[in-house]
């Protein structure tokens, strides 16, 4: 089964980085500009993974993260943040995100799992 991963971020760079590396590596990469197009995505299709910007216009990654769980829609979510100060990092662990990874960050070895089993866990 091919894992699914949903990468939003308002920057097109930081979409696109990840996305390419992400393809050679055998997942199916979906893109979205915005939290809003992120989460239509993920109301739309399945995915195993979001990696989410925490700040983008409209809806950031917290609103973000907090929509998928209340909507109880089955996909892990990592938050990525350019500001790693810890106000920042506790909202995320308060929306019970994945992870947070600061950016920038190297893909090689990826910044997450997704082992054959569940995805979801809210660690």
């Known amino acids: 089964m091919t894992r699914r991963i949903l ?16 393809e050679i590596d055998g997942y199916e990469v979906e893109t979205a500009s915005d939290g809003l197009a992120a989460l239509a995505a993920a109301r739309a299709r399945l995915f195993h993974l979001a990696i989410t910007d925490l700040r983008m216009p409209d809806m950031g990654g917290i609103e973000l993260l907090t929509a998928i769980r ?15 100060r810890y106000p920042d990092r506790a909202r995320g662990h308060e929306g019970r995100g994945r992870r947070l990874v600061s ?8 910044p997450f799992s997704l082992s054959s089993g569940s995805s979801t866990g809210d660690g």
């Open 7 to 22: 990468v939003a971020d308002d920057h097109p760079l930081i979409r696109e980085h990840p996305q390419g590396d992400l």
């Open 103 to 110: 950016k920038p960050y190297e893909l090689r070895p990826p």
């Open 70 to 84: 209340s909507e109880g829609l089955p996909l892990g979510v990592i938050l990525l943040t350019g500001h790693g």
